[in-house]
């Protein structure tokens, strides 16, 4: 059974920096896909990184070259670390799994999310 479950989430100053980590369960990292999204109240959830199966990274454009997406085979963690942080990157941050592909918002396994606020 595959299981994510995030931590990390915590209050930041603007221009702070923060790491998320997933610890996952019962996958095969060279198959899975995993990714982290993120919500803010009243927005939708949206993509923030993708790790392909390939090892191929991909990013929003607001975080792009202030995220970094990132695992450890040996610890079977996906990370995510948030450099130059903003108030608009203030969410429920998520991480998400699924074998083979980047599905998005239809990704099949989800944790409970973390909060991260930043403060201006």
């Known amino acids: 059974q595959v299981q994510v479950v995030e931590s990390g989430g915590n209050l930041v100053q603007a221009g702070g920096s923060l790491r998320l980590s997933c610890k996952a369960s019962g996958i095969y990292w060279f198959e899975y896909c995993m990714a982290w999204f993120r919500q803010a109240p009243g927005n939708e959830r949206e993509g923030v990184a993708y790790?392909?199966?390939?090892?191929?990274?991909t990013y929003a454009d607001s975080v792009k070259d202030r995220f970094t997406i990132s695992k450890d085979n040996a610890e079977n963690t996906l990370y995510l670390q948030m450099d130059s942080l903003k108030s608009e990157d203030t969410a429920t941050y998520f991480c998400?799994?699924?074998?083979?592909?980047?599905?998005?918002?239809?990704?099949?396994?989800w944790g409970k999310g973390t909060l991260v606020t930043i403060s201006s």
């Open positions: 790790l392909e199966s390939s090892g191929r990274t």
């Open positions: 998400a799994a699924d074998r083979w592909v980047c599905a998005g918002n239809s990704m099949r396994h």
